[in-house]
């Protein structure tokens, strides 16, 4: 499955880079809608928590690699990542952002702007 979704736009080249996923409480991401509704589409776990994307924009300019949002990274604590139900672990030790950019042939140095 790919991680990513390319477009050009001009003279640009723009990557959405899934990272990993997320779960938030539901409640708080549809606001007012009723849990009957989104949940329909959208089935939340035991903690009522839905799953989300996580992704961050590369941008192929004339000047370099632009990242837009350089991800959660590897650093956070077992707690924290139960609580927000992240999964974001790469292959071979790396994070889900370094597969992303090797799936477009790039790597975390050729950045140029973050």
């Known amino acids: 499955m790919s991680r990513v979704t390319t477009m050009k736009i001009g003279r640009l080249t723009v990557h959405a880079l899934e990272t990993g996923i997320q779960r938030l409480d539901g409640g708080a991401m549809f606001g007012v809608v009723p849990k009957p ?3 329909r589409r959208i089935p939340a ?9 996580m992704r961050v924009l590369l ?3 004339p ?10 990274g590897n650093k956070e604590h077992d707690k924290f990542l139960n609580i927000y139900g992240i999964e974001n672990a790469g ?3 790396r994070t889900g952002l370094e597969d992303a950019l090797a799936e477009v042939g790039h790597q975390p140095a050729d950045i140029t702007v973050m």
């Open 45 to 53: 776990d035991a903690r009522n928590r839905i799953r989300m994307a």
């Open 91 to 93: 292959t071979h030790g």
């Open 63 to 72: 000047d370099g690699l632009v990242l837009v949002d350089c991800g959660l």
């Open 59 to 61: 941008v192929e300019h």
């Open 37 to 39: 509704l989104w949940e």
